[in-house]
Structure formats: structure tokens, C-alpha cells
């Protein structure tokens, strides 16, 4: 079955600096990718997702990048601010596998002001 | 709209007893749903694909006997954690995916239940 691998599990930075989470996943067949947001006792919250035949989106200060080759895909946000402060969690899904997620294993990112 | 309710949201149950939980998609149809379980600090671990009209499909390692899942409508799904003992403590999170955008991918969640078994 799938494996997805998130790196790192924990990432402070500084307000206004760059934040970049990685996944890697095992099979090849997924073909969906999503990153969810997910704040201490409440639902994880969809932020980006993209697809496999597109290598990079963006959404204002989140970009997602995949790299279908080296089965790895990642998460930027840019111009970080103390709000962004929460657990970021990515996720892979094949339509052969009914679109069930598979997530990985979280990163707790704390922006300082 | 795409919106998912759990109920109840906290609950707090005897060893032993067992306690049912319910996940409703409101303004949408979901032939699909998805149970999860989540331990504090860790990820979503999916335990169940609910599918409604027929028998649940489980994760490797999720005691089917133990955990009851039952589809019975195109908007309610529930899960039964049944005998809970203490480490069945956990927040239970439901998805549905929306049968109406024909799309496998989409799953909207739900607010969790926060399990408490004392």
C-alpha cells in the first residue's frame, strides 16, 4: 500500500521568512496530492492540492511542487506570519485506491513574530 | 456549502460501554465517507471506507468487530466503537466525498469527536 514520509516534524520560523515541508510517497499509481492545515482540536482544513499532470501550483503565498520522477512533492509559503502557526500535514490518493488519503506524518510549524 | 457535521463532539464513556458516533453530509449526497482516527500529536490514520448500502471496507489492523460502521443513508454514516477501553481514547474525524462533483479526490471533513474512555 502506500507510504507518504513528511519532513521535517517540527519547523520554527521567523515572520516574514519562507517555510518549505517535503513529502515523499511510495506508489507510483497515486496521482493526487494534497496539504491540509490542521489547528489544535479542529478539522484539517484543505490549503492546496494538485494533480499529477501539473508540476507546480500556486495560491497567493502557498506553491506546491511535484516531482512525478523522483515520486516527492513539497509545500512553500512564503512571507510567513504568526498565523500561519499550526500543524501542515500533505496526503496522496489514486483513483485505483477509491481516492483514500494517506498522510503522512505532520509538521508543526511555529511562525515567530 | 460542503459541509460535514459529527456529533457528538465530546464524550466521555465508561470501560466497557460502547459509544456510537454520527457523521452527516447537509447540503450534499455522499455515497462515500471516510473514518479516521487521530492520537494527540500524531496523523490521521484512516481506519474505514464507509459505503452506503453495502458492508464497510477496513485498514489493515482496525478490528472490524470493534469498530461498527453502518452507511445507511446517502448523508449518514456512524461508527460504534464497541467494549471502548482506554486506549480507544482518541479524536475520530469522518470525511465525505461529494457524489455529485463525480471527482474520487475531494473529501470534506467533519469536526471530530474527541473520545474519552475512562
Known amino acids: 500500500g502506500e507510504n507518504v514520509e513528511q519532513h521535517p516534524s517540527t519547523l520554527s520560523v521567523q515572520e516574514g521568512d519562507s517555510a518549505v515541508i517535503k513529502c515523499t510517497y511510495s506508489?507510483?499509481?497515486?496521482?493526487?496530492f494534497p496539504w491540509y492545515k490542521q489547528e489544535l482540536g479542529k478539522r484539517p482544513q484543505l490549503i492546496i492540492d494538485?494533480?499529477?499532470?501539473?508540476g507546480e501550483k500556486k495560491d497567493q503565498r502557498i506553491a506546491v511542487t511535484l516531482n512525478k520522477t523522483a515520486k516527492h512533492f513539497s509545500l512553500h509559503i512564503t512571507e510567513t506570519q504568526p498565523e500561519d502557526s499550526a500543524v501542515y500535514f500533505c496526503?496522496?490518493?489514486?483513483?485505483?485506491?477509491?481516492?483514500?488519503?494517506?498522510f503522512g506524518q505532520g509538521t508543526e510549524l511555529s511562525v515567530k513574530p | 456549502g460542503a459541509v460535514v457535521s459529527q456529533h457528538p463532539s465530546r464524550v466521555i464513556c465508561k470501560s466497557g460501554t460502547s459509544v456510537k458516533i454520527e457523521c452527516r453530509s447537509l447540503?450534499?449526497?455522499?455515497?462515500?465517507m471516510f473514518w479516521y482516527r487521530q492520537f494527540p500529536k500524531q496523523s490521521l490514520m484512516l481506519m474505514a471506507t464507509?459505503?452506503?448500502?453495502?458492508?464497510?471496507?477496513?485498514e489493515q489492523g482496525v478490528e472490524k468487530d470493534k469498530f461498527l460502521i453502518n452507511h445507511a443513508s446517502l448523508t449518514l454514516s456512524t461508527l460504534t466503537v464497541t467494549s471502548a477501553h482506554p486506549e480507544d481514547s482518541s479524536f475520530y474525524i469522518c470525511?465525505?466525498?461529494?457524489?455529485?462533483?463525480?471527482?474520487?479526490?475531494?473529501?470534506?471533513f467533519g469536526p471530530g469527536t474527541r473520545l474519552t474512555v475512562t
Open positions: 470525511s465525505a466525498r461529494d457524489t455529485g462533483t463525480g471527482s474520487p479526490y475531494e473529501q470534506y
Open positions: 506508489d507510483s499509481a497515486s496521482n493526487y
Open positions: 494538485i494533480r499529477s499532470n501539473v
Open positions: 496526503a496522496a490518493a489514486s483513483y485505483n485506491q477509491g481516492g483514500k488519503l494517506i
Open positions: 447540503d450534499f449526497q455522499a455515497t462515500t
Open positions: 464507509s459505503n452506503e448500502g453495502s458492508k464497510a471496507t477496513y
